[in-house]
């Protein structure tokens, strides 16, 4: 699967960045990183659910995923130093071109009423970024096995260096954005 979107990122798509945007051949934009992240909110009070939700990300992204670690103390949000306040996984190589593979060809068109990702995801230096409301629309997770539904963030890192440049990357890679203005 991965050896797939590689391959063709390589024979098909980067000549054609190539051409669209005319520099370096070395600063050609391709894929850096995803990162899978999930904020815990109310389950960082629990154990349990905070392992579900790690076991699932780790599931989704099919490498073990981190508990991220408070650093200070937050009054405001109930949050003391040191308690888990979400899970994140980064993928790169192999696993990033498989995760992205999946997401593209069966993840999102399993979404009830989906019309593609918003194009406003962008953050001006030629990365991406948009929410998923839920887990489930993954092939390896199971429902009986989940304890909540929960969504998560995922942010597509690039080398473009503007947003022209990556979201041509993203469109030739098969990410599905909304038609239209925004």
């Not at 051949?25 to 109310?42: C, H, R």
């Not at 080398?159 to 203005?181: C, M, S, Y």
Request: a positive charge.
């Amino acid at each position: 699967m991965a050896a797939r979107l590689l391959e063709r990122y390589k024979a098909e798509i980067k000549p054609v960045l190539e051409t669209e945007f005319p520099k370096n051949k070395m600063l050609t934009a391709k894929l850096d990183k995803v990162v899978i992240s999930v904020g815990a909110g109310e389950a960082m009070k629990d154990s349990k659910l905070m392992q579900n939700i790690q076991d699932t990300i780790s599931l989704i992204a099919g490498q073990q995923a981190v508990k991220v670690i408070a650093k200070k103390s937050v009054a405001g949000f109930k949050v003391r130093e040191g308690y888990p306040v979400g899970v994140k996984v980064t993928l790169r190589g192999e696993q990033m071109y498989t995760f992205l593979d999946k997401l593209c060809s069966i993840a999102l068109p399993r979404v009830k009423d989906f019309r593609g990702l918003n194009k406003n995801g962008f953050d001006g230096r030629g990365n991406f970024n948009f929410g998923l409301d839920e887990q489930l629309m993954f092939p390896e997770v199971v429902y009986d096995n989940i304890i909540t539904t929960h969504g998560m963030n995922i942010s597509v890192s690039t080398t473009a260096t503007n947003d022209a440049e990556a979201f041509r990357l993203l469109e030739l890679v098969g990410i599905p954005f909304t038609k239209g203005r925004a």
